[in-house]
């Protein structure tokens, strides 16, 4: 019995380390220098996170105003506080992302 127990651990770590590998590779294969060279590739790079970044903050914005019109139909002063905070925290990352372009990143 414990013979067999040996076993199963020892293939469930190989299986853990393979199935790790597999992922990482599908992964990590990127292309690591576009047609314009490392500068569009970076800057493409950038910008992707960018767009992702400001979208997960409209969306953290608008997780924040439901919680505040909740707290607003059930009267309770911290939650809408906390509604409010979310909401905010929100617009801001969403705005510092749109105003990236301040920050002068491509030169």
Request: aromatic share 12%.
């Given at each position: 019995?414990?013979?067999?127990?040996?076993?199963?651990?020892?293939?469930?770590?190989?299986?853990?380390?393979?199935f790790t590998v597999a992922v990482m590779t599908t992964v990590c294969a990127v292309t690591a220098c576009a047609a314009g060279g490392s500068e569009a590739a970076y800057q493409s790079t950038i910008e992707f996170f960018i767009t992702w970044i400001r979208r997960i903050g409209m969306m953290v914005a608008f997780v924040g105003a439901i919680m505040f019109a909740l707290a607003i139909k059930n009267n309770d002063a911290e939650q809408k506080q906390a509604g409010l905070i979310t909401m905010v925290a929100g617009f801001i990352v969403a705005a510092l992302?749109?105003?990236?372009?301040?920050?002068d990143l491509f030169s």
């Open positions: 019995m414990k013979l067999r127990m040996k076993k199963n651990a020892k293939f469930a770590k190989i299986f853990t380390v393979l992302c749109a105003a990236s372009n301040m920050f």
